[in-house]
Every structure is written in C-alpha cells, then in structure tokens.
C-alpha cells in the first residue's frame, strides 16, 4: 500500500475514515444492546436502521468510486486479483467468525461478499460511458420501490436478492438492491472527474492524518474492530459481575 502522502487522494481516506468511524458507532451500540446494557431491539428502531443503511451506502459508494479511479486508464489485472484475493479471505473469515459467534445469524453474505462480487460484476462497465453504470445502479435501486421485502424465491438466490427463505443475519447486503451503491459510486466518477476532484491530493493538515490513516486501512479495522470491542465487552463483564 502506498503511503507517501502525494501517493493518495487524502479527501478520499478521509471520507472512508467517517464511514469507519459511523460504522464503529453503530456496532458499539449494537455490543452495548447485545451484552444487555441498552435496551434489547434498541439498534433495530427505524432511526438506528437508517443510520446502518446510511454507512453501508457510503461504504459501497465509496468502494465504487474508488474501484473506477484505479482503472480509469484500463483494468489493471493485478489490482483485481489483488482484491479478489484479499476480500475473499476476509470474507470467508468475517463468514466462519460469526457462524461460531452468532450461529444461524451468522453473515452469509455481507457487504465484503457484495464488495467482491460488485467488483467483479462491474470489470466490463469500467471502460464504458458513465450512463451504463448509472443505468445499472437505477435497475438495482428499483427494488427499494417495487418491492423492499422478500421475493418469492430459494434460498440459493439469496446472494441476489432478499428471498423468502434466506435465513436471518446480523449483515446482509445482496446484490439487489444494495449494488446501486457501488455501480452509482462508478458513474460518479466521471462527474468528480469533469469537476477536477481528483487533481486535488489534501487536505494535508496534521490533525487530518489519524484519519486518513483509518480510511487508508478501512478493511483491517472493518476486520478487527468488533474482536476488540468483544473482548473488551467480555473484560469488563469479567471483573463487574
């Protein structure tokens, strides 16, 4: 990964720094409520669902937009394999983790699942108009207005869409409707790019670079984050009980 500080677009880290960090809100309110602390459902009221909805966006927005800007110039193979890589080991890790912590709620494809398979998926739009991408985004997002529930459907379809036998998850993102988010993240870049966004490296204040560094490493404290909050958790019980 590269680190010199003219090698990044800081605004981009830092834009992935709030989501990391609205991300790590939510999941310590949701410890707080599953080790009984808060009110049980607390993390399950319509307010605290759209602030979960909110950062699951920006994550794939962001992962969208950023996937375009690596191959602006042409898919740089490497890169895909790099990632594919990467995410498919965290993401079979994230699913064999939670199958021993939250059991038949374990996640079975989550927002790394969709990130992987987006960024696949997407591979032929990448050099397309960005109207192609856009209209992509636009068919996955219909969902939200025809349906926004369970689809009659096996549960082998689940990775596609919220069928009427996919079993329970602590995160779920298939790939209708949530993909609207990476494909809109792809189209964006040619308005950021048309707007010169990219030209633009800050800001490079010293009190910005703890921040761009967590958005730099976005994935390893998505990966380690609620460990270190349940054990955390589990200490404090430890010695107060």
Known sequence: ????????????????????????????????????????????????????????????????????????????????WRRVALLGIAAAGISIVTYFTFGPYMIRFGILHLILVMSLLSLPLLTLHWAVPLACAAALGSYFIWADGPVEGSIWMMWLI??????????????????????????????LTHLNAFAYHGPVWNWTRP???????????????????????NIYGFFTN
């Open 1 to 80: 990964v590269m680190t010199h500080v003219h090698s990044r677009l800081i605004w981009l880290d830092l834009l992935r720094a709030m989501a990391v960090l609205a991300m790590i809100v939510f999941h310590f309110t949701f410890d707080l409520m599953y080790f009984g602390y808060i009110k049980a459902g607390t993390v399950f009221q319509p307010e605290w669902r759209m602030f979960e909805r909110s950062i699951a966006i920006s994550f794939l927005f962001l992962a969208g937009l950023s996937w375009q800007h690596t191959h602006r110039t042409g898919i740089k193979w490497l890169s895909v």
């Open 162 to 191: 919220w069928t009427s036998e996919t079993a329970g998850s602590v995160d779920y993102r298939p790939i209708m409707p949530w993909g609207f988010a990476f494909f809109a993240g792809i189209a964006a870049h040619a308005l």
């Open 211 to 233: 921040l761009a560094w967590a958005g730099r490493h976005s994935l390893a404290i998505y990966l380690i984050h609620q460990p270190i909050l349940f054990a955390g958790f």
